[in-house]
């Protein structure tokens, strides 16, 4: 196992007075992919938002815990979110690149961490674009809209758009659950590749997607951490009664 | 960005320990900040203004207590015993000022002569009053159940298609400047009218309060469709469903339910036409008298303020007076808009919750 | 009585007044269609008037609103715009002073014209006009009387909330999702309203601004005496200049002309005119509002 990246104690989290997260406690492991499954409305998404803490957009939220990213524990008063959010990524459900270009997608990153000249941009554009294994599709259309893309491509363009402000940690909020199957493979592929470089934490409803990508799996359910382990143990030997339930289909 | 301009390399790790200080962000929030604040600003100065313009006029009343104690008699209805006696207690201190010969101006606020320019100044509102009350009332009665008429058919019978059209049509009506349904008040209005009616004064409270009447339909038209249309769904279609017909399903369940809103329309309705200055100008013949006859002419409070002002001496009697009205006319509209805004609003909200 | 005949009768009386008003507005348009489509013609357009106003055109009256109306969405447009991103994204909802701020901007919204008109005199004129004149000319009267500036100036603190509404609405069409997207790359808020959520709402912006022109330029109570001239020889040429306005010319060519008969084609052509230009404006208005309205379902 790598070393721990994220790591996450007693974390709970309320809406309001709904208690929709109580208290988890996990290690992410750097470098590997960790899927977060379960039935929707469990947390697994809401346990997601907490790790860039883009929950805090969202009025009435209480979080009690603490998340250490590298150590550091990213609820501390004196955080920088916007520099912690440089270093934690996130690619969302629905695609949601900008009406810009592709281009100007992917050099806003580094666009808004003050990088203005051109054959600086143009490199971290290719590079991104590459790495997100798109720059052959769209290599002839940069100055096109991104919104004049396909789904699969707009979605490759918001991880490269992502990976152009070189984050450590990506996190996937169900990045395939809105694409046909061929382009839910493609981002799969991907998610292989990136996790050379990145650790990822993807969440997804997917249960084959998580066992074909992931390293690790957690099952969510209701709030609660059932049950966190490599990923081959949790489709095969699970130690809940509840995990096999879910993971054979009898509830969610 | 503090120091994020130079380039960011891999090695170059963010950190997000310790919080940055990002002046365009601390300056862009304390501007916005501020930049807010000015409509508050605005008003409370809009206050302070048209009231400080306002004010001397009480002031010379001081000045001219002592010669005005007969006076005060003269004036209508008892002006308020407290404001007397105030001036009562400053007699003694002020007796020695310069006098004014007349009146004094505000003892004559509430007589029922205006007659602002005279060698005896008179400046009573009385007409003035009851001049805009009678218009308003006019213009009220014609716009009111109309505009509230045509939203019942737009949000309730008009099929979707009709609807996109009728909406934005009579929205365009809220497009026509003042000074264009004044001028139509003017020349084809009056004309109409006294060829139906047969009336004496071609320019009269009726003329104008139609015409003051058209530059309100939009906003009760607009505002009673929104809270039509704001009657949840599931109470159409519960009654619907049961059998009645569309027109018991207005009358019965989405009418009563959206009350509250239509209040608040023709609440803010009252409020343009209580403060129309253009189609009062030129639409209602603007003669201060009392009558209750419809087809006389009036002087509104507004229309008052609009042709004066523009002759009156900088911080003469009589410009203060009509600052003094302009403040009575700010005091009720915003009394108007504050109980539009939160009396009506808490009644919608509380209607609804207490049908679910 | 038969209920079908009860909900012909209802359905019968609330169409007519539909028809009622729509017939109003169609005979304001075809009246003044008619009265002045004689008379406008470009030499209406670019000639003084002449003669006591009783001949000529209306050339000075245009470029005043014209300017007058520049002038002040150059001052509203900017205050408007960043009221509205405050209320659209800093204030929460609750905050007593979003509240304040949003009954403040409502209270604007219904005041009436001529308030405006006197808070204009007592404020721009009265009193910071007087000032500058005591500061900076030694007395001489400059600022302290009615020019363009103040009148446009009144005429902006009118159309403020027209401003803030359109944007306000725009703004709030905008999907969380891409402000969530500028703010996971690491960009700051005022970086994400720089450069996502402003962008996106120029459509907002300009309809604001076009309906807060289209209502300054027919708007007259405010400028009666803050700035517009009965008549003037020549062209405002710099701030502290008074100004004809389309508005103020029908009023006054309607209620004060020595012989209002003889000039009636030139009352209506002006308002043909003021109401074409309301009215365009207006319309541009509508089908951005309705661009934005339809990406925001």
Redo the contacts between chains.
């Keep these: 196992m790598n070393e721990i990246k994220v790591k996450v104690k007693d974390l709970s989290l309320w809406y309001g007075t709904n208690h929709a997260l109580k208290s988890i406690s996990m290690d992410i492991p750097e470098k590997m992919v960790t899927a977060f499954i379960g039935p929707s409305g469990c947390g697994k998404s809401t346990f997601l938002r907490t790790l860039?803490r883009?929950n805090d957009?969202i009025?009435n939220v209480t979080i009690d815990g603490e998340v250490c990213i590298d150590n550091?524990n990213?609820y501390?008063k004196?955080?920088?979110?916007?520099?912690?959010?440089?270093?934690v990524?996130?690619i969302?459900q629905?695609s949601?690149?900008?009406?810009k270009s592709v281009y100007d997608n992917i050099a806003?990153?580094?666009?808004?961490?003050?990088?203005s000249q051109k054959s600086?941009l143009d490199e971290i554009v290719e590079r991104s674009l590459k790495q997100a294994a798109i720059w052959d599709e769209v290599k002839d259309r940069l100055f096109n809209s991104a919104l004049s893309l396909s789904g699969g491509q707009q979605q490759r363009i918001?991880i490269a758009?992502?990976l152009a402000?070189?984050p450590e940690i990506i996190l996937m909020d169900e990045p395939a659950s809105a694409l046909d199957p061929i382009s839910t493979a493609k981002i799969e592929e991907l998610i292989h590749e990136l996790k050379k470089e990145y650790t990822i934490i993807i969440v997804t409803h997917n249960m084959q997607q998580a066992a074909r990508t992931s390293d690790l799996t957690a099952l969510f359910y209701m709030g609660d951490l059932i049950e966190m382990n490599r990923t081959e143990v949790i489709f095969s030997n699970p130690a809940k009664k509840q995990t096999e339930d879910y993971i054979s289909g009898r509830f969610g | 960005m503090a120091r994020g301009t130079g380039k960011v390399a891999k090695s170059d790790i963010v950190t997000f320990n310790k919080k940055k200080f990002r002046f365009s962000d601390w300056f862009a929030e304390k501007v916005i900040k501020s930049v807010a604040f000015l409509s508050i600003a605005i008003v409370i100065l809009i206050f302070v203004f048209v009231f400080r313009e306002a004010f001397p006029i009480f002031r010379m009343d001081k000045k001219v207590a002592a010669s005005s104690e007969l006076m005060v008699q003269e004036s209508y209805g008892g002006s308020d015993s407290g404001s007397t006696e105030k001036v009562a207690d400053n007699q003694v201190g002020n007796s020695n000022k310069t006098q004014t010969p007349g009146d004094s101006p505000s003892s004559t606020l509430l007589s029922k002569t205006w007659m602002p320019v005279s060698d005896n100044p008179r400046y009573g509102m009385l007409p003035l009053f009851l001049g805009t009350l009678k218009v308003t009332l006019i213009a009220l009665l014609f716009a009111a159940p109309l505009s509230i008429l045509a939203a019942i058919y737009t949000s309730m019978f008009a099929k979707p298609r009709i609807r996109e059209v009728i909406k934005p049509v009579i929205e365009l009506l809220a497009g026509f400047p003042s000074v264009v349904i004044g001028f139509f008040a003017l020349m084809v209005l009056a004309s109409v009218f006294q060829n139906i009616f047969g009336y004496a004064s071609r320019l009269n409270s009726f003329v104008g309060g139609i015409a003051m009447g058209l530059a309100a339909i939009p906003i009760i038209y607009t505002l009673t469709e929104d809270a039509l249309t704001a009657v949840p769904k599931t109470f159409t279609e519960a009654s619907l469903g049961l059998g009645a017909s569309r027109r018991q399903t207005a009358f019965y369940v989405v009418l009563p339910a959206a009350v509250p809103g239509i209040f608040a329309a023709v609440v803010l309705g009252l409020g343009r036409i209580f403060g129309e200055t253009m189609i009062a100008l030129m639409a209602t013949g603007n003669a201060a008298m009392i009558s209750m006859n419809p087809f006389d002419s009036v002087r509104t409070l507004s229309a008052t303020i609009g042709a004066e002002m523009a002759e009156v001496v900088f911080g003469d009697t009589h410009y203060n007076v009509l600052f003094l009205i302009g403040s009575l006319l700010f005091i009720f509209t915003f009394a108007l808009n504050a109980l539009a805004e939160f009396y009506f609003k808490n009644m919608v909200i509380r209607k609804y919750q207490s049908k679910k | 009585m038969n209920r079908n005949l009860k909900d012909t009768i209802v359905e019968g009386i609330t169409g007519v007044s539909v028809l009622l008003i729509i017939f109003i507005i169609v005979s304001i348009l075809a009246i003044t269609i008619v009265g002045g489509w004689p008379k406008l013609n470009w030499t209406f357009l670019s000639e003084f008037p002449k003669d006591g106003m009783t001949k000529g055109g209306i050339f000075p009256a245009i470029i005043g609103t014209a300017v007058m109306t520049i002038i002040m969405a150059v001052a509203a447009v900017p205050f408007g715009v960043i009221t509205a991103v405050y209320l659209a994204e800093y204030a929460s909802e609750k905050s007593v002073v979003a509240k304040t701020i949003r009954f403040a901007v409502k209270t604007l919204a219904v005041v009436p014209s001529i308030i405006f008109g006197l808070f204009g005199l007592g404020f721009f004129i009265g009193f910071i006009g007087k000032n500058m004149d005591g500061l900076l000319n030694g007395g001489v009267l400059k600022w302290g009387q009615p020019n363009i500036l103040w009148a446009s100036f009144t005429m902006a603190l009118l159309t403020l909330p027209v401003v803030i509404v359109s944007v306000e609405e725009a703004i709030r069409t905008i999907p969380r999702e891409m402000r969530e997207a500028s703010l996971a790359l690491g960009a700051t808020k005022w970086q994400t309203i720089k450069s996502v959520v402003l962008p996106g709402s120029i459509s907002g912006i300009l309809t604001g601004t076009i309906l807060a022109v289209s209502r300054g330029a027919g708007e007259v109570a405010p400028i009666l005496f803050t700035g517009a001239a009965y008549f003037l020889s020549t062209l405002p040429h710099s701030l502290n200049d008074q100004f004809m306005s389309l508005g103020y010319h029908i009023y006054i060519m309607s209620t004060q002309s020595s012989d209002v008969d003889a000039t009636l084609p030139i009352q209506f052509a002006t308002t043909l005119v003021l109401l074409l230009l309301t009215f365009s404006l207006n319309a541009v208005a509508v089908v951005l509002r309705y661009r934005i309205r339809k990406r925001a379902k």
Excluded: H, Y
């Design positions: 860039n883009m957009l009025d550091i990213i501390d004196d955080i920088d979110v916007v520099n912690l959010r440089k270093k990524g996130m969302f629905k949601n690149p900008f009406a806003f990153g580094p666009r808004i961490n003050g990088i600086i918001c758009r992502s402000v070189n």
